[in-house]
């Protein structure tokens, strides 16, 4: 089983409409990431969170909301969707004392 | 300043060929410098890393190089195969710190 998993792995939908991505993590780690991947902009960062009490803001959190439910599990919200927030989502996991990034395999959502 | 900044954008190398792909930063606080790579699909996956402590690691096809003086790493991947065929992330991060920061990623296309 994968350490990271995303659902859903794809979404398609319209203007306005709130959307949750999800992640669950099975390594125990305590630091969460979620990523925005746009062509020629890599990997952007939209909220990270180091325990259940502690979110962080990242560069491009406008329009974004997270809740970080238990230490395995670090959910994205959308509340009103717009089509500029098309792109591919990934959701990362790092333990204390490691630099390595575990990501999951990726949400690709669309906004009509 | 926490840029990294990674060129080229994409790459097209012949099978067989070296495929060198470098990366920038400024902010001398950085001591990890991984490289991640991204098959379609797929999340990143460390491929990778260095620390500032050596100017060379080699794995395998894979080689950083690292110039500590002009803040500059490279990845160069000897006699390239189809199967490399992937984008590729440089980034930085410090111990202690929460953050990585990614290049914009370079997309390697290997012909057979």
């Known amino acids: 089983d994968a350490d990271v998993t995303q659902t859903p792995r794809n979404r398609i939908t319209k203007t306005g409409k709130r959307i949750m991505l999800e992640c669950s993590q099975t390594?125990?780690?305590?630091?969460m990431y979620w990523y925005r991947q746009d062509p020629g902009l890599g990997l952007q960062l939209i909220y990270y969170s180091f325990d259940v009490k502690d979110i962080n803001k990242g560069e491009i959190s406008d329009g974004y909301s997270v809740s970080r439910q238990a230490q395995a599990k670090f959910s994205l919200s959308l509340e009103s969707a717009i089509p500029n927030q098309t792109a591919l989502y990934f959701c990362?996991?790092?333990?204390?004392?490691?630099?390595?990034?575990?990501f999951g395999p990726g949400t690709r959502l669309t906004v009509l | 300043q926490q840029q990294v900044k990674q060129s080229p954008q994409s790459l097209i190398v012949q099978k067989g060929g070296i495929s060198i792909i470098n990366c920038a930063y400024e902010n001398t606080a950085f001591d990890y410098f991984p490289w991640y790579q991204q098959f379609p699909g797929k999340g990143p996956a460390l491929l990778i890393a260095i620390r500032p402590d050596v100017s060379e690691k080699k794995e395998g096809r894979f080689t950083i190089s690292f110039n500590k003086s002009a803040k500059q790493f490279s990845l160069h991947i000897m006699d390239s195969q189809p199967g490399d065929s992937a984008t590729y992330f440089c980034?930085?991060?410090?111990?202690?710190?929460?953050?990585?920061?990614f290049g914009a990623g370079t997309r390697l296309f290997v012909k057979a």
């Open positions: 980034a930085a991060s410090w111990t202690g710190g929460f953050k990585t920061i």
């Open positions: 390594k125990g780690h305590d630091r």
């Open positions: 990362a996991t790092r333990g204390s004392g490691n630099n390595e990034q575990f």
